[in-house]
């Protein structure tokens, strides 16, 4: 089965700079998404970008030209390359598989409960 494992998360000022990186094991089957999600205290898991595996992708409103998901098929890693930096972007940072099909609900894929898999999270501090 598919495990996921992040990294790259750590503390910056505001305005800095973060890149977060997915790497997957054991095998993800084509056509499937990559989600990256986060979860700050008190909150819930929200949609922060999505890519699919021929390429495709979709932000949160809150991210759109701030941050970039992209994915390098040959590592087996997805990755969140985080700029402009704000304190309301700190939260446990997620990464996300779900194979296809995929719910007939999940329009765009930035909703949680339509993936399957989660890797453990990493820690990003904007102060």
């Known amino acids: 089965h598919v495990q996921l494992v992040e990294s790259g998360g750590g503390s910056v000022q505001t305005g800095g700079s973060l890149r977060l990186s997915c790497t997957a094991s054991?095998?993800?089957?084509?056509?499937?998404?990559m989600g990256w999600f986060r979860q700050a205290p008190g909150k819930e898991r929200e949609g922060v970008a999505r890519?699919?595996?021929?390429?495709?992708?979709r932000y949160a409103d809150p991210v759109t030209g701030r941050f970039t998901i992209s994915q390098d098929s040959d590592k087996s890693a997805t990755y969140l390359e985080m700029t402009t930096l704000k304190p309301d972007d700190v939260g446990i940072y997620y990464c996300?598989?779900?194979?296809?099909?995929?719910?007939?609900?999940?329009?765009?894929?930035?909703?949680?409960?339509?993936?399957?898999?989660w890797g453990q999270g990493t820690q990003v501090t904007v102060s």
């Open positions: 054991g095998g993800r089957i084509k056509p499937y998404f």
């Open positions: 996300a598989y779900m194979p296809a099909p995929t719910p007939t609900s999940c329009t765009d894929m930035l909703n949680a409960a339509c993936y399957n898999t």
């Open positions: 890519i699919h595996s021929a390429g495709s992708t």
